[in-house]
């Protein structure tokens, strides 16, 4: 709990907090948007060796992941310490163990594990109904069809929480994120189908 | 033993953290703390600030360390309110 606090107040003296958010909806829509291309593409390849369909989507999520990490973390670093130097400049001293310090150091790695985590979350969890099917259980939906629609629902649900921030209808921006969705699907299926 | 019971001080703080958080964290180093903030100047990516601490008995280091902790630096102690009390035999 006093980590979390911590956290937060660190997000809050660099005023972060906006930042964070973005990554989290901007990097776990990448993901989603990621596998559910993966997972069309293997539908209309009409593959049907699951354990290959789940390594390449693995391999995909976890490579989210790792670029989200290193990206963000290479960048927000810089940032942080150029926010760091103004600020030891106007004050004429050196922060460097003060609050501000501590947060030129783990905001950068706190906004890093946001931003390769989320994609990773959200590609792992679409990627359920797969690892289900593969061990045997049986789904009401074919597994590749189950995982599209949990894709479309974490889309729906990222678009919800956009709506919820920005203060506009939750149910309308919920479905402006699923159309999108449903725009690539069908771009995918309009080039890759044939 | 002389106990510190109120001291106003001249301090130049970063924007961050607001005057909110900057005089809880002051309030939160005793139990009986009362931390009245002043905004004086503001600059760009400053502001000076007077700060007022009332308390029985304020431990100024703690509350030093405290200021330096959050990046902003302690100009001048501008008032002190000392008291002596009778050493406990």
Same mark, same amino acid.
């Given at each position: 709990m006093k980590l979390l606090e911590q956290a937060k107040f660190l997000l809050n003296i660099t005023r972060t907090n906006d930042i964070l958010r973005r990554y989290l909806v901007v990097n776990g829509f990448d993901g989603a948007l990621t596998m559910l291309g993966l997972i069309i593409g293997f539908l209309v390849s009409q593959a049907d060796d699951l354990h290959i369909i789940i390594n390449a989507c693995l391999g995909a999520a976890i490579a989210l992941g790792m670029s989200g990490v290193s990206s963000a973390y290479i960048s927000e670093l810089a940032e942080r310490r150029r926010a760091l130097g103004k600020l030891e400049a106007a004050m004429?001293? /050196?922060?460097? /163990?003060?609050a501000h310090g501590e947060a030129a150091r783990g905001v950068p790695l706190l906004i890093a594990l946001v931003n390769g985590l989320a994609p990773l979350v959200i590609s792992l969890l679409i990627l359920i109904p797969l690892l289900l099917s593969n061990v045997g259980v049986i789904l009401p939906l074919p597994p590749l069809y189950a995982a599209i629609v949990v894709a479309l629902i974490l889309i729906f649900f990222l678009g919800v929480f956009l709506g919820r921030i920005s203060g506009v209808s939750w149910l309308r921006s919920g479905i402006q994120t699923m159309l999108v969705a449903v725009i690539t699907a069908a771009l995918i299926y309009l080039f890759a189908g044939n | 033993m002389v106990l510190v019971k109120r001291v106003v001080l001249d301090v130049l703080k970063p924007h961050q953290p607001n005057a909110l958080e900057f005089t809880r964290a002051i309030a939160e180093v005793g139990s009986d703390y009362r931390v009245r903030l002043t905004v004086l100047e503001v600059d760009e990516n400053t502001e000076t600030i007077q700060v007022v601490v009332e308390s029985e008995a304020i431990d100024f280091p703690a509350v030093e360390s405290t200021i330096g902790n959050m990046g902003a630096s302690l100009h001048s102690i501008d008032e002190v309110e000392v008291q002596s009390e009778p050493e406990a035999s």
């Open positions: 004429i001293s /050196d922060l460097k /163990d003060t | -």
